[in-house]
């Protein structure tokens, strides 16, 4: 007979959306239990965002430090202690994991190590703990999370052809890096080992590095790429690889002719092609949850699937896949589980990108801005014209403004330089606000700081930036 334990909340997966679930209901009032298959922390917290922020922040020190000649200082003998490096980012992690544990503990819920399967629409079955477990449950959210899209001819062996979890634990850097995929996670891994050493190419089948993103704000991160040495293979297809005697040889095709190089060679691969949602190991039939063709599971405003009492969160609910939007999701899904009137109704969601320099972009974009019949001013300010920009000697990049003609209305912002992931956060609060163009430009923004371009790309778009001959559309 398995253990049987009754819960109010049952939430699957520990992750952004399953552990914040979790606690939100807590603090709410309801006994809750979360199974984790892993350890808590899910991909964000283990082998997503934190790992890899410590070792692009790391990266970016040592490529700082051989960049400070023109301040005067220059450091012989610099060297990277890669192991150490490793070492030092696995301790962030263990911090913040450790730190999830302990939350969910002080909060009072139970967290319960091993795999959850529905058997039912009011139970799961657990497997992977010490004796069969069997939890019931009123209310159960589901936040399983993603894992990384195989590509056909390149399967991971964990060393040489890797995930972005096989990148992130390198034993050494490899002397030359193939990036298939020129998406967000390739572009942030690959600019991090190109500035601890290695030689990187990236293969991307679009036209465009960062699909989906405004291509003026890539242009700026394309240039710096291949400032460092990175060479970027646009509508270019890997078709295969083969090991050419301990290096291995990429087999690449473009688009339409074969006039570029048919191969590359390197020591290692990192395959980010995109993530597939992890809900085929769920037994979602048993408790009667639908997904759509992409494995996705459909949700409501309150994150509900069409199972009322099992609601979807994170990655497997669609949308972008980022932690923030999850937080957020399980809030909702918590919210709404202990009564209170939440929805999942966000003006935006920010998109940050940890390139070189950074993109962060919220709200719409010029062309979606007109696609929903807005009449729009757009505002530009450059970082070259902003004084802490100078002193931090990071000048590359702007920021970007889209209101409302005559409304005056904050649209959408994107950022793409220097702290733009922490600069997207004024531009949030603006466009959930419904901030005008006064709000934010008779808002004291301190000096000197980055955060002053934000300020003056919002007056640009009325032609009323102060440090910059900017001009509005007309
Ligand atoms: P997850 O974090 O994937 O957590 C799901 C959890 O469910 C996992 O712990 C898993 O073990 C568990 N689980 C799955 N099935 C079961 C089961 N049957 N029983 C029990 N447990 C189960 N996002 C950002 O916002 N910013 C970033 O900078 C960023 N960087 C990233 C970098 C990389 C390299 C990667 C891979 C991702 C990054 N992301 C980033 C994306 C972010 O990690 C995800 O969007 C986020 O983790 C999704 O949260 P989640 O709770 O939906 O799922």
């Known amino acids: 007979m398995p253990t049987i334990v009754k819960t109010e909340v049952l939430v699957i997966g520990a992750g952004p959306g399953g552990y914040v679930a979790a606690l939100r209901a807590a603090q709410l009032g309801k006994k809750v239990v979360v199974v984790e298959r892993d350890k808590p922390g899910g991909t964000c917290l283990n082998v997503g965002c934190i790992p890899s922020k410590a070792l692009i922040t790391a990266a970016k020190l040592v490529d700082k430090i051989r960049e400070a000649g023109e301040m005067g200082i220059t450091v012989e003998g610099l060297k990277v202690d890669f192991a150490r490096m490793q070492a030092w980012k696995e301790g962030v992690v263990g911090k913040l994991t450790g730190g999830v544990k302990q939350l969910l503990k002080a909060a009072g819920v139970t967290l319960v190590t091993g795999e959850a399967r529905f058997v039912s629409p009011r139970a799961v079955e657990v497997v992977g703990t010490t004796e069969p477990t069997r939890i019931e449950f009123d209310a159960c959210i589901v936040a399983t999370g993603s894992r990384p899209v195989q590509v056909p001819g390149f399967a991971f062996d964990g060393k040489r052809?890797?995930?972005?979890?096989?990148?992130?634990?390198?034993a050494k850097v490899p002397d030359r890096l193939c990036v298939i995929g020129g998406g967000y996670i390739g572009l942030e891994t690959g600019t991090a080992y190109a500035k601890l050493g290695s030689k990187i190419t990236v293969v991307e089948m679009t036209e465009h590095l960062l699909p989906g993103t405004d291509p003026d704000l890539v242009t700026i991160v394309e240039r710096k790429l291949k400032?460092?040495?990175?060479?970027?293979?646009?509508?270019?297809?890997?078709?295969?690889?083969?090991?050419?005697?301990?290096?291995?040889?990429?087999?690449?095709?473009?688009?339409?002719?074969?006039?570029?190089?048919?191969?590359?060679?390197?020591?290692?691969?990192?395959?980010?092609?995109?993530?597939?949602?992890?809900?085929?190991?769920?037994?979602?039939?048993?408790?009667?949850?639908?997904?759509?063709?992409?494995?996705?599971?459909?949700?409501?405003?309150?994150?509900?699937?069409?199972?009322?009492?099992?609601?979807?969160?994170?990655?497997?609910?669609?949308?972008?896949?980022?932690?923030?939007?999850?937080?957020?999701?399980?809030?909702?899904?918590?919210?709404?589980?202990?009564?209170?009137?939440?929805?999942?109704?966000?003006?935006?969601?920010?998109?940050?990108?940890?390139?070189?320099?950074?993109?962060?972009?919220?709200?719409?974009?010029?062309?979606?801005?007109?696609?929903?019949?807005?009449?729009?001013?757009?505002?530009?300010?450059?970082?070259?014209?902003?004084?802490?920009?100078?002193?931090?000697?990071?000048?590359?990049?702007?920021?970007?403004?889209?209101?409302?003609?005559?409304?005056?209305?904050?649209?959408?912002?994107?950022?793409?330089?220097?702290?733009?992931?922490?600069?997207?956060?004024?531009?949030?609060?603006?466009?959930?606000?419904?901030?005008?163009?006064?709000?934010?430009?008779?808002?004291i923004h301190a000096h000197p700081t980055l955060s002053e371009t934000v300020a003056e790309a919002v007056r640009a778009a009325v032609g009323e930036a102060l440090h910059a001959a900017a001009k509005p559309s007309r």
Request: with cysteine; aromatic share 4%.
């Open 161 to 170: 052809v890797v995930d972005s979890t096989g990148a992130l634990a390198f």
């Open 227 to 443: 400032k460092k040495g990175v060479a970027v293979h646009l509508k270019t297809r890997a078709k295969g690889f083969e090991d050419a005697g301990g290096a291995l040889r990429v087999a690449i095709e473009a688009e339409g002719h074969a006039s570029g190089p048919s191969t590359v060679e390197c020591d290692a691969i990192l395959v980010t092609v995109g993530r597939a949602p992890v809900t085929d190991t769920l037994d979602l039939a048993r408790a009667g949850v639908k997904t759509d063709a992409k494995g996705f599971i459909p949700v409501d405003e309150a994150r509900r699937t069409n199972v009322p009492h099992i609601y979807a969160i994170g990655d497997i609910a669609g949308g972008p896949m980022l932690a923030h939007k999850a937080y957020r999701e399980g809030e909702v899904a918590a919210e709404v589980i202990a009564g209170k009137k939440s929805a999942f109704d966000p003006r935006c969601i920010p998109a940050v990108i940890f390139t070189d320099p950074e993109i962060a972009y919220a709200g719409l974009s010029e062309p979606e801005a007109r696609a929903a019949g807005r009449d729009v001013l757009i505002g530009k300010f450059a970082f070259s014209a902003n004084g802490r920009a100078l002193t931090a000697a990071e000048t590359d990049g702007f920021v970007k403004v889209v209101v409302g003609r005559e409304e005056h209305d904050i649209l959408g912002v994107a950022i793409v330089g220097p702290e733009a992931s922490d600069l997207i956060a004024e531009a949030c609060l603006a466009i959930e606000m419904g901030a005008l163009v006064p709000d934010v430009a008779l808002t």
